[in-house]
């Protein structure tokens, strides 16, 4: 264990160690020489105790140094200091490895050099929020190492605290996140090869069952087989509903969708949307109120009729029959907040944050048909047109979804 420091003076201890000491001269040399002699032995007590401390300092900056290694050099982390101007400053073992090249080519480089062409938009919109937004930022993008194998990687970054602008630097791990894209990519694989098989035999029963109940002798038999065959092509409804909803998902996650939007005025529009859906949706439950002023969204038409589909669905499962379901709407800035109103079951706080989950079910929703994706799907297609969507809901009382839309230019 190491000694306690002592903060005494080193003349001091010295001086101390020299009384302690065995040693003494044994002839006593006149008074001036014995006072040199003295001075000389304190001086290399002196110097036997800083030869001391100083091996003991090195001892500790030895194992400060492998535990800096440990952390910062070996971290299971690329640790990177970016310049203001995106450029490494600092760089950490584990960062050359995942980028396949070492520090000293690393230095000065610009970040974005790693980044793959198709990710350098989303590179740029990361660090222009990192300058500018003043809180940590993450993006997850395909990036490629200097002998060109191309990796998936996380980065998480923040502000590093500086005495003046000019000297601004950012702070930033660097992961590797390619296994999980890749068992990503296997979920939507999977998910999207059962959505089209289970459509095959869908299809097929669904076109057999008229002959079925063709081949039902006249009679008794018949009557009694038309509601078995009625419950049959329900259910055969249902399950089609959820294999294009499963089908949507998958697509909406592979990041493929593309949509196209187009000036498009909410009152006509909802109008003939309400005539057409009539059969999916209870349209004597809808009331609609815009202001005359409204403007019109810029929309993909079909994609805004899925999501409005969605929410008035929902707001029809989730809520008593003879209850009214609201739709509104009103300008807000350069958008147009589309609300969805409902008197049902509600959505309880520590729900609410989850419901736009993939998969993801209230308890108090589960007795009605439905896998958790309505939701999901809408997010993704608000989101595609470049809005929001949320929820503001009371347990008992109903449940109002609010999506934005762009004001068409
Ligand atoms: P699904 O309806 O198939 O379960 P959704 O993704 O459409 O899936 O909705 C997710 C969950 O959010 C539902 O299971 C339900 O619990 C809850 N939810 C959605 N809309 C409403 C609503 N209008 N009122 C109450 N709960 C709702």
Not at 5 to 29: I, K, T
Not at 138 to 149: C, G, K, N, Y
Request: glycine letters at 6%; a negative charge.
């Amino acid at each position: 264990m190491p000694e306690p420091p002592d903060h005494r003076s080193l003349r001091a201890r010295a001086e101390e160690r020299l009384r302690e000491g065995p040693e003494q001269v044994e002839h006593p040399a006149p008074e001036e020489a014995q006072r040199l002699i003295h001075e000389l032995r304190v001086h290399q007590i002196e110097l036997e105790l800083q030869n001391k401390e100083l091996r003991q300092t090195e001892q500790e900056l030895a194992v400060a140094h492998d535990r800096y290694l440990d952390l910062y050099e070996y971290a299971p982390v690329g640790y990177l200091t970016l310049s203001r101007d995106g450029r490494i400053l600092q760089a950490n073992l584990t960062c050359e490895r995942l980028l396949g090249c070492d520090r000293s080519a690393l230095a000065r480089q610009s970040f974005s050099r790693f980044v793959t062409s198709d990710a350098q938009d989303n590179y740029h919109f990361f660090f222009q929020r990192l300058q500018h937004a003043n809180e940590p930022q993450t993006v997850e993008l395909r990036m490629t190492r200097a002998d060109d194998t191309p990796f998936w990687a996380r980065l998480d970054a923040s502000t590093q605290a500086a005495a003046s602008e000019q000297e601004t630097a950012y702070r930033m791990t660097l992961t590797d996140v390619t296994r999980v894209h890749e068992l990503q990519e296997m979920e939507q694989r999977m998910l999207y090869t059962v959505a089209h098989d289970l459509r095959t035999p869908a299809t097929i029963i669904k076109g057999y069952l008229p002959f079925l109940l063709e081949l039902l002798p006249e009679g008794e038999i018949a009557e009694e087989g038309r509601p078995i065959v009625e419950a049959v092509r329900r259910a055969l409804r249902r399950m089609d509903m959820m294999v294009n909803d499963l089908t949507e998902a998958t697509y909406l996650q592979s990041g493929r969708l593309v949509i196209e939007t187009r000036p498009v005025e909410l009152g006509p529009y909802l109008r003939e949307m309400l005539k057409q859906s009539a059969g999916v949706l209870d349209t004597s439950r809808i009331n609609v109120k815009l202001p005359t002023d409204l403007p019109a969204v810029s929309a993909d038409p079909e994609r805004l009729e899925r999501i409005l589909v969605n929410l008035l669905l929902n707001a029809q499962k989730y809520s008593p029959p003879d209850t009214p379901i609201c739709i509104g709407a009103r300008r807000r800035d350069g958008e147009v907040m589309v609300s969805v109103r409902d008197q049902g079951q509600g959505i309880s706080e520590e729900d609410q944050p989850h419901i736009f989950e993939l998969f993801f079910r209230a308890a108090r929703g589960r007795k009605a048909d439905g896998i958790g994706l309505g939701l999901y799907i809408t997010s993704r297609l608000v989101e595609a047109h470049g809005g929001r969507i949320w929820v503001e809901s009371e347990v008992g009382k109903g449940s109002t979804f609010y999506f934005t839309l762009k004001v068409a230019e």
